[in-house]
């Protein structure tokens, strides 16, 4: 029997309870950095070796991160539905916790990239990337994330997803970084869409069809899987 398609979009908030800080919720400032300085072309051009270790970090910091409930639950969700994770994480955890389709819209931490060829991506197995690392080109490596103000690949594979969707579900995310953001508006008013978050993303509610689970990812996520899985 064919299976439901759902379509379930994440952002920080998800990785949070696995003790990965989010962006707005920590004052505008990532690990204490201006997001501009070490997530922008313009940050990476001032101040390589800062971009490059404040990503060392994250990597080194993702290395002690595990998987959470609302990771796993959304695993237990494929028993019965066809899912998709579309994520702006560029952290691993829906891979550790055994997701089998996720698009990463903004990178990954894991990988670096040519800056010779944009096509050319490395796995780092959670090493580090040092001034002097070169691709096969010889250009110097950088982390493969998505910047502000860079284009954003994998958008078209997303919409297309989303546009399958039958049951859409957003989790942990402030919905305020386009184009990610925007793919909620490809999700017709004939779907259930859920929204899993403790505060009011900044999604106009007037959707119709739209359930707000006030909640943690973790309870939020277990409540709804609970209720999809009868
Ligand atoms: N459970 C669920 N949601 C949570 C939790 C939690 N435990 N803690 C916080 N949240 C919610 C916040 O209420 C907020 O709505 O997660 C959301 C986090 O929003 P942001 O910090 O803006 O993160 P995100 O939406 O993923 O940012 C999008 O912006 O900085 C860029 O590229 C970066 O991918 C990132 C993008």
Redesign the pocket.
Known sequence: MRKKKIVVLT????S??SGLS????SGGLWEGHN?MDV?SPEGWRRNRKLVLEFYNQRRRQLRNAVPNAAHTELVRLEEKYDVTVIT??VDDLHERAGSSSIIHL?GELNKSQSTADPDLIYDLEGEDISIGDKCELGSQLRPFIVWFGELVPKMEEAVMETLKAEIFIV???????YP?AGLVAYTGNEIPRYL????E?ELNLSYSNLTHIKS??TSGTKELVDRLMK
């Not at 989010?22 to 919720?25: L, P, S």
């Open positions: 952002g920080a908030g998800i949070a309870e989010t962006f707005r919720d997001v997530a702006q994480n903004h989790i942990g995310t402030s919905l305020v970084v990610a899993i978050d403790p505060s993303p943690k990812a």
